[in-house]
């Protein structure tokens, strides 16, 4: 009954490689985000879509596609992975209606060998 | 543009004593302020919020917080830290109006210590 479940949970891949990252949220929220947690522990969001629709797109490289199938789910794809990828990506969710309150994901860490 | 700054990016402290970590922001616009905890490989746990009202937060975990709309802080305090309080501390900020945005600080590492 995990409210916002990412896979996988450890991703190891080489340069190069495409991955993705999947994300669900089972709250009925109307809006997904993508974080970047770098070493240092800084989080910067990447993107984000509301009721599937993209809203916030940051200055990721265009390497990164995100993919809202439905509100329930939004995924993130990258391509031609590069060393600096590497870091803990979260997902999160929250309504429109309590933007107050953002239930984030356990976090993906990718690390690019 | 908006902004947060936490001072401290770590805070050492001995179990039962009061701690403080601080959070300072900017912004043209009327921000909405939060405080997120992440334990050790976990994601992040909101643990309090100030939206309107009442100046002094209280959140989980005996964690409160007071806004200060002249000095654009919002610290957060706990009288009496608990060894399990060892973790990463967030402040961020989301703006009143259009955009889904919150914005984060650098965070703060509050070590509890025996």
């Known amino acids: 009954d995990t409210a916002v479940s990412q896979t996988p949970k450890y991703l190891v891949t080489q340069m190069g490689n495409d991955k993705s990252i999947k994300c669900e949220q089972n709250?009925?929220?109307?809006?997904m985000y993508w974080y970047k947690q770098d070493s240092k522990k800084f989080l910067k969001i990447m993107f984000s879509?509301?009721?599937?629709?993209?809203?916030i797109n940051e200055t990721v490289p265009n390497r990164f596609s995100p993919k809202s199938p439905d509100k329930a789910h939004l995924n993130l794809h990258i391509n031609s992975l590069e060393l600096g990828d590497s870091a803990v990506y979260f997902c999160a969710s929250d309504n429109a209606a309590d933007r107050g309150k953002a239930f984030f994901g356990q976090g993906t860490r990718l690390t690019v060998v | 543009a908006q902004s947060v700054t936490q001072l401290d990016s770590q805070v050492p402290v001995f179990e039962e004593a009061p701690v403080e970590l601080r959070c300072n922001y900017s912004s043209s616009v009327s921000v909405y302020l939060f405080w997120y905890v992440q334990y050790p490989n976990q994601g992040l746990q909101l643990l309090l919020k100030y939206l309107s009202g009442s100046t002094l937060v209280k959140g989980i975990n005996g964690f409160e917080a007071e806004f200060n709309k002249s000095q654009t802080s919002f610290h957060l305090r706990k009288p009496s830290v608990h060894i399990s309080d060892t973790a990463e501390y967030f402040c961020a900020v989301r703006l009143h109006t259009g955009g889904f945005k919150t914005i984060f600080g650098a965070g703060t590492r509050l070590f509890v210590k025996a």
């Open positions: 709250l009925g929220h109307d809006t």
């Open positions: 879509y509301n009721n599937k629709e993209l809203i």
